[in-house]
Nanobody
Framework: QMQLVESGGGLVPAGGSLRLSCAAS????????MDWFRQAPGKEREFVAA????????YYAYSVKGRFTISRDNAKNTVDLQMNSLKPEDTAVYYC???????????????WGKGTLVTVSS
């Protein structure tokens, strides 16, 4: 099993920034593509961003491209999500996830964290 623990969520005004972090343990970190997903109240869980095993390639949902940046540190077994220019519609629980390949589909994920709440006030 892989354990994923997110941190860094909170309340931020529109236009502000937050940095989420996810610490992984239990499995070989570099065997996995790392993703961030989010789920807003009453909505389905949706893909936000992904980073490949060596950090060489990144992928983003259209709604966050240009505002969010995903990165990983394979020496520390962590993956971060820097979120800038936040909007009220970014309000959601954000989940760290590990997958065997690049995917934007939640049902292809092997491991999930418990999530961290991000609230953007208008």
């Amino acid at each position: 099993q892989m354990q994923l623990v997110e941190s860094g969520g909170g309340l931020v005004p529109a236009g502000g920034s937050l940095r989420l972090s996810c610490a992984a343990s239990g499995r070989t970190f570099t065997n996995y593509v790392m993703d961030w997903f989010r789920q807003a109240p009453g909505k389905e869980r949706e893909f936000v961003a992904a980073v490949t095993r060596n950090g060489g390639s990144t992928y983003y949902a259209y709604s966050v491209k240009g505002r969010f940046t995903i990165s990983r540190d394979n020496a520390k077994n962590t993956v971060d999500l820097q979120m800038n220019s936040l909007k009220p519609e970014d309000t959601a629980v954000y989940y760290c996830a590990a997958a065997p390949f690049v995917t934007r589909t939640w049902n292809a994920i092997d491991y999930w964290g418990k999530g961290t709440l991000v609230t953007v006030s208008s």
